[in-house]
């Protein structure tokens, strides 16, 4: 019993200094994806999302950015048709272990060409950003998602076999209070602790 009101209290010792300090912690989860399912029917594209996402962690405090590679997409046709001029849906699934959540953001990705004999060729992803999500288990609190968008172009008499790398930047916009039922448990672990640091000095 005392081993376990001594974590208590050092748990949320911890989380109070961290509020105290303004700045809250982020860490990437392992279920990060992209959807291209919706680019089959126009210029097809492919998605690989860093594998080494589920190691990033960052502390950010209000107003502070972090900026990491978060994918790479791109396509495999060799040549852009009438059909592939029509703009075909991309979906990013961000997933987070801290806060939890998984968090998407729409795109759309159109290849285009220039000039009576198609000479210049490429494609463009364009995301429907800045996104912004509030802190469930927070009284306040949000942060907003941004993808870097993509114009690639290949030059005269190439196709828009491609790839390019997405960046996703990361903005604290207002730092999360915690709920008034975290302070009351935050209370009673520092009463917890108090308590048996007071019988170890009586011994």
């Known amino acids: 019993m005392k081993k376990f009101f001594v974590f208590l209290g050092v748990l949320f010792l911890i989380f109070s200094v961290e509020g105290v300090a303004g700045a809250f912690s982020f860490d990437m989860?392992?279920?990060s994806y992209v959807d291209v399912s919706g680019t089959q029917n126009v210029l097809t594209m492919y998605a690989?999302?860093?594998?080494?996402?589920?190691n990033i962690m960052f502390d950010l405090e209000e107003g502070q950015s972090s900026k990491f590679l978060f994918a790479t997409i791109g396509t495999t046709e060799s040549w852009v048709n009438d059909d592939d001029t029509t703009p075909g849906k991309v979906t990013a699934n961000l997933d987070f272990e801290i806060p939890d959540l998984l968090q998407g953001i729409n795109g759309d990705s159109v290849g285009f060409?220039?000039?009576l004999?198609?000479?210049?060729?490429?494609?463009s992803l364009t995301w429907d950003d800045p996104v912004f999500v509030d802190f469930g288990y927070m009284?306040?609190?949000r942060f907003s998602i941004e993808l870097t968008d993509l114009k690639e172009s290949n030059g005269w008499w190439k196709g828009p076999k491609s790839s390019a790398?997405?960046?996703?930047?990361?903005?604290?916009?207002?730092?999360p209070v915690p709920?008034?039922?975290?302070?009351v448990l935050f209370g009673l672990g520092l009463v917890g602790l108090a308590g048996v640091t007071r019988k170890k000095l009586r011994k």
């Open 179 to 183: 709920e008034p039922a975290t302070m």
């Open 165 to 175: 790398k997405v960046f996703a930047t990361i903005t604290l916009e207002s730092e």
């Open 48 to 54: 690989n999302v860093n594998p080494l996402l589920d």
């Open 139 to 141: 009284n306040s609190g």
């Open 117 to 123: 004999l198609r000479y210049n060729q490429g494609w």
């Open 113 to 115: 060409f220039s000039g």
């Open 29 to 31: 989860g392992p279920d």
